[in-house]
């Protein structure tokens, strides 16, 4: 048996990427996953692939910008197995463009997702966590959580952001266990949402190299899998042809 089998595991932005890949590769490791996202077809679906291979899964429609909402998704998650063992905060949003641009409505959809959605997780799982007196935080910043660059300022400083509150919470806390997931260039839909021309072809030409979510995927596995007294904190995992 791994450290997974039998965890109670809920995952924000399911329905895609690396929450896709990462409720396929837990509940094949026999963790109990529990999935939100808005698109509640593609969860639809995500759980009976899962329960035709043997896995156990539900789903739940989430948006993390709503605080109740995720208050009810992790009550949720509680209430059908009767812990929490992990929650990731995996939405996230990329709208990239330069400041002068002014998409401010852009960036205020990064902060209302990228940071509010991760503080919402938070304040869901943890009163859960410390009555249990056990738990985990798998928190997804970036490569852009590290560095900076042109078209990458608010979405960098959301997800340097994400690092600062991972890290406040894991000092406050002595029996949860906290992680940070930064992902380099990843097979994904981020860029969709990117509307100024300049920073979509931008990406375009550095996604030529992306990873599949599957190697993320297989990252936060080994975080939840460790003994309860032993908390990787951090995990950068990017393309081995990535200069950044």
Do not use: C
Request: no cysteine; net charge neutral; hydrophobic share 45%.
């Amino acid at each position: 048996m791994s450290g997974i089998t039998g965890k109670v595991i809920a995952i924000s932005g399911a329905s895609s990427g690396i929450g896709e890949a990462t409720a396929r590769l837990l509940a094949q490791k026999g963790a109990h996953v529990v999935l939100g996202a808005r698109r509640t077809d593609r969860l639809e679906s995500l759980v009976s692939a899962i329960r035709a291979g043997g896995g156990s899964a539900q789903y739940r429609a989430l948006d993390v910008t709503k605080q109740e909402d995720v208050e009810a998704f992790v009550n949720f998650a509680q209430s059908k197995f009767g812990k929490v063992d992990v929650v990731i905060n995996n939405a996230g949003v990329m709208p990239l463009s330069p400041l002068e641009a002014l998409k401010v409505n852009e960036w205020n959809q990064m902060i209302d997702v990228n940071i509010r959605g991760v503080l919402h997780g938070i304040a869901a799982g943890l009163p859960i966590m410390k009555k249990q007196g056990f738990g985990q935080f798998i928190n997804i910043s970036s490569i852009g959580g590290h560095a900076v660059y042109p078209t990458a300022a608010v979405y960098s400083a959301t997800k340097f952001a994400v690092i600062a509150i991972s890290e406040g919470l894991r000092q406050e806390n002595d029996n949860i266990r906290v992680t940070v997931i930064s992902p380099g260039v990843t097979e994904s839909e981020l860029a969709d949402s990117i509307s100024d021309e300049g920073a979509r072809e931008g990406m375009r030409k550095f996604r030529r190299i992306a990873i599949g979510p599957d190697a993320i995927a297989r990252a936060i596995a080994y975080a939840v899998e460790q003994p309860d007294d032993v908390d990787v904190n951090e995990i950068i995992v990017r393309p081995t042809a990535s200069p950044y």
